[in-house]
Structure formats: C-alpha cells, structure tokens
C-alpha cells in the first residue's frame, strides 16, 4: 500500500516538529517545511509553494495561538486545496479554538502529543473521501438538532457551534443550569460527527454509587472481587468509537479522575483486575451545572482533568435568559403532549402565555416542558387556561413576579457573576478586585458577603 502524504507546515518549533515527525514518519510519506520567518506574506508564499510541490491528502499546520492573523491567512490559503487540515497550537481560549474551526481547520491537537491524540484523527480524515460541506441554515433542518428550539441569539450563539464541534475530536465541556438540555446538545454534536453510526452513551456520574463508578466505567476481569464471576466491559469499551458523555463530572469521585485523565491522554484503560492495558477509540463530552473552575479550588475536581476536558466549552443560557423562546417551546410541548394525550390541537390563553413569560424558569427547560405536559393532562377543552397552570403544582406561576421581583433577582445575578469575575482575574486579591470595580474595600467585601462567594476557592486555582 502506497503511504499517504502528509504534510507539517508552520512555525518551527523543536518539541512540536520532533514529536510529530516521531508519530507521522513510520505511518505515512511526511514533508516537513517549518519557518523561522514569521511574517504573514512570507509564510502564505512559502505555504503555496509547498503544497504545489508536494500536493499532500492531509495538512498539520504548527501555528503559535498569539498569531491570530497569520494563521487565519495561512488557513485561507489551504481552504482552496480543499485539503483537510489538522491545526496543532497551544492551549488557547475558547473562542480562538472556534476560530480556527470557522477559519477552516477540520481539527486540532494541542502538545503535548501522543500517538492516542495524533493518528486517529489523521486516519479518519484521510479515510473520508469528501469533506461534508454544510448548506445555509443546515443547522435548523438538521434532524440531531430538531429537539434544540429557540429563536433568540444568546441560544443560536451556542447551537451554531454544533456543526464545528462535530467535525473534530476535540473533547467539549458542556456548562449549563439543571434543564438546559446539556445530554440534548452532546447528542447533536455526536450525530452530527463522523461517529454518528456508533454509539452514544450517556452516563450520570451523580447517579452511580462512589464505590462502583471505575467498574462501571473501566469494567472488570472475573475474579477482580469477591462477587465477579464473570467478565464485564465497561462503559468505555462500550461506547468504542463512538461518543461517552458523562454528565455531573463533578460526582466523579478523585481517583476515578485520576484513572480518566489516562485515558483521555493516552485512550488507554486497565480494567479491574488486569494485568493488561485496553484501548478505545472513544470522544468524550463532559458537562456539569456547576462552575468548575470553583469546584477545583474546592478540591472537587482535579485542576489537571479540568484543563483536559476544558478544550471548548459550551455555555448553555437558563431559560430565564432566552424568555422569547418560550412560546416557541410551549407550543413544541403542547403539540408533542397532545397527540400523545390524543387531546387534539389546543391553544394557551393569553393570561397563561402572560404567566409563563414572567416566571423565573428555575428547572429550565425541564420544568417548563413538565408544565406543560401537566397542564395537558388536566385541561378539559381546548385551550390551556392560567388555572390550568396553576393546578399544574407550579403556584409561582400565579401573575408571574412583579417588576421589582424581577429586576432586584436580575441585578443580584449580575452582581455574584460580576463580583466572581472579578476574583478570578484577580486570583483572589480582594483590594485589587475592589479597586477594578472602583469600590472602597470595606463595599466590596460586604457584596462578597451577601453573596455568599468563598474567595479562598479562587486564590487556590491561581498558579
């Protein structure tokens, strides 16, 4: 068999350059071209030399994330070859890691590199024969994504995002308040993705006993306890080549973080009670309704796991954020909960509509969705009444709140996210944090306070 060409462009960098040219050369034909010239025209020319000269079925581009420009012109450049291009750069943040997926890149990897990380997503994009290209608005016909309905930006911001996180490999940390629909998402981005046709499997970690979760994740070789009579698989083998989603990754007890951090470096387990590493082609996908970077500095989740499963995040909006995506949603529920009901179409009378509009939503979606299909059940014409709402067990619905209900609720919200914000720049320096919000110390402090936000979470994070 004829090896495939790749090719390693970019900025020389000799730990990069040396372990991709230890992981690339026994597998496939490599060239290497690696500059020392920074400046963009010089690099973009050098670039189109070389994939003239070498006419590769696959691109690693070594970019620095402090470049932003030269590695969009450099992206530009190969998105006329139409080659495939793998990015390999630092840790960079969030949204610099969904541009270069919109600048062109198929994937990324971020050193250090290994074998695990490199050849798999190397292997699968020389295996597909065409890069799917996605039509306008592909997003909303998409059927993995029909259960995903809004209207406004602050929703459309995160589900636009689906497309480009399906197309690489990159692990995805999903944050979001309970309800928001975070398996919902993690669903779409696996059916979306070229591991559609394996599994998905969704796991609670908050649901499974401390004592069992290796075994459930890891499995067990006969004999490992007591009562293992015979063989099992973990939810790891499970899922291979498909999509692990573990949910409440904060539940995880540590040294099960310990056992997973391995293998999301190395895609390499030990079952327990071997003597033997497994591997497994698996993507995970992690989400948590809690602020992470607090549970590290409360020793909840270890700093290391958190920065392997912080690659891209998706931040989902409460439903309290999103309010004109309401009557879209209601009418979703209503329509799925009458045929199933066999109530026939109905209707929601304005002062329910009025009702549900003004509601805090603390469940999210979920609750709403749980609203709904009670008021269904206990409606007796055709249209949903607010005192159809009301018997539906959600007394708050009653006239919504007033406005000064909602607005001192928006503003202590902005405060506490506000007042973190700032002790996380900060790492913890109260006076420091004080004087950015132009606020005496003693202000400052009691707003800390009346929050309730434990500062020292955020002084151990600093490093």
């Not at 500059?35 to 006419?55: F, G, I, Y």
């Not at 809004?150 to 911001?157: H, M, Q």
């Not at 990159?170 to 669903?187: D, H, Q, S």
Request: net charge neutral; with cysteine.
């Amino acid at each position: 068999m004829i090896p495939k060409k790749v090719v390693v462009f970019g900025i020389d960098n000799g730990e990069v350059s040396t372990a991709l040219r230890n992981l690339l050369c026994t597998h496939f034909s490599v060239h290497f071209q690696l500059e020392s010239e920074h400046a963009k025209a010089a690099l973009v020319r050098s670039l189109e030399q070389c994939m003239e000269q070498a006419n590769p079925e696959l691109v690693f581009l070594v970019l620095s994330s402090n470049q932003p420009a030269e590695s969009k012109a450099l992206l530009e450049t190969l998105q006329n070859s139409r080659t495939p291009v793998i990015v390999v750069t630092e840790a960079g943040d969030c949204e610099g890691m969904f541009e270069l997926l919109k600048d062109g890149a198929a994937d990324f990897v971020i050193p250090p590199l290994s074998a695990a990380n490199v050849l798999p997503r190397a292997r699968r994009l020389l295996e597909l024969s065409t890069e799917r290209q996605e039509a306008p608005n592909a997003v909303e016909r998409d059927p993995a994504l029909k259960r995903l309905i809004g209207e406004s930006s602050v929703f459309l911001s995160q589900v636009n995002n689906i497309p480009l996180l399906a197309r690489c490999e990159a692990n995805v940390l999903i944050v979001g308040e309970t309800g928001t629909g975070k398996e919902l998402y993690a669903r779409a981005i696996h059916y979306r993705s070229a591991r559609a046709g394996k599994p998905f499997m969704p796991v609670n970690c908050g649901a499974i006993p401390a004592e069992l979760v290796e075994n459930e994740l890891f499995g067990h070789e006969r004999g490992a306890y007591t009562s293992a009579s015979t063989l099992q698989n973990g939810l790891i083998a499970d899922a291979n080549g498909g999509t692990l989603f573990l949910d409440e990754i904060d539940c995880l007890p540590i040294m099960a973080q310990v056992k997973l951090l391995r293998f999301l470096q190395e895609k390499e387990y030990r079952p327990l009670g071997s003597t033997t590493m497994r591997h497994a082609n698996v993507r995970v996908i992690a989400a948590s309704n809690l602020d992470l970077r607090e549970a590290v500095g409360n020793g909840k989740v270890r700093q290391d796991l958190f920065y392997r499963l912080n690659v891209i995040s998706l931040v989902l909006p409460p439903l309290r954020d999103r309010r004109e995506d309401i009557p879209l949603l209601a009418r979703y529920f209503m329509d799925k909960y009458s045929r199933e009901f066999n109530k026939g179409t109905m209707d929601l009378a304005p002062e329910a509509l009025n009702s549900i509009m003004l509601y805090s939503w603390p469940g999210n979606v979920r609750e709403l969705e749980h609203v709904i299909e009670r008021a269904i059940v206990l409606c007796e014409g055709p249209t949903i009444s607010a005192r159809d709402l009301v018997a539906s067990n959600s007394p708050a619905l009653v006239g919504g709140e007033s406005l000064r209900q909602a607005k001192a609720k928006e503003i202590a919200r902005f405060e506490k996210n506000y007042i973190q914000g700032l002790l996380s720049a900060c790492k913890g320096n109260i006076t420091k944090a004080a004087q950015v919000a132009q606020k005496n110390r003693r202000a400052f402090w009691q707003l800390i306070q009346k929050h309730g936000i434990n500062v020292s979470s955020f002084k151990s994070t600093a490093s």
